[in-house]
C-alpha cells in the first residue's frame, strides 16, 4: 500500500511555470513507478507523464502536449515524485492527479492502484 499526496498546484498566468509535488508515504517508494495524471473539466482523465523505479531522464514518457514544458523527475530519499510544468497554457487546465503502480512504467492510468487526491492547476489567458 502507498498514500498519496500532492500539492503545488494553482492559479497562473499562460507562459508561467509550476512544480507540482507528490509525497508518497511508505518505505518502498523506490519500488514504484509513478506518473502524472490530469482531468480538465468535461473531459476524461489522460495521461501527462510518467517516470520508472530507476529514475533517468531519458526513460521518463511524456504526452505529446507536454513534451518539452514539462519534466517529471522522483526524489527517492525524499519519497517524492515531481511535475515541473514550464511555458503553460490555458489548456493546461486542469485537476492534476499523481499515481503510483509496481512494475513498469506505463501511460494507462488503469494500471495504476494507487492515486492520490489530486491538485487543482488553472492556466489564466
Known amino acids: 500500500q502507498v498514500h498519496l499526496v500532492e500539492s503545488g498546484g494553482g492559479l497562473v498566468q499562460a507562459g508561467g511555470s509550476l512544480r507540482l509535488s507528490c509525497v508518497a508515504s511508505?518505505?518502498?517508494?523506490?519500488?514504484?513507478?509513478m506518473g502524472w495524471f490530469r482531468q480538465a473539466p468535461g473531459k476524461e482523465r489522460g495521461f501527462v507523464a510518467a517516470?520508472?523505479?530507476?529514475?533517468?531522464?531519458?526513460?521518463?514518457y511524456y504526452a505529446d502536449s507536454v513534451k518539452g514544458r514539462f519534466t517529471i523527475s522522483r526524489d527517492n530519499a525524499k519519497n517524492t515524485v515531481y511535475l515541473q510544468m514550464n511555458s503553460l497554457k490555458p489548456e493546461d487546465t486542469a485537476f492534476y492527479y499523481c499515481?503510483?503502480?509496481?512494475?513498469?512504467?506505463?501511460?494507462?492510468?488503469?494500471?495504476?492502484?494507487?492515486w492520490g487526491q489530486g491538485t487543482q492547476v488553472t492556466v489564466s489567458s
Open positions: 517516470m520508472p523505479i530507476k529514475w533517468s531522464a531519458a526513460d521518463a
Open positions: 511508505g518505505r518502498t517508494f523506490s519500488s514504484y513507478a
Open positions: 499515481a503510483a503502480k509496481y512494475g513498469t512504467a506505463g501511460t494507462d492510468q488503469n494500471e495504476y492502484p494507487y
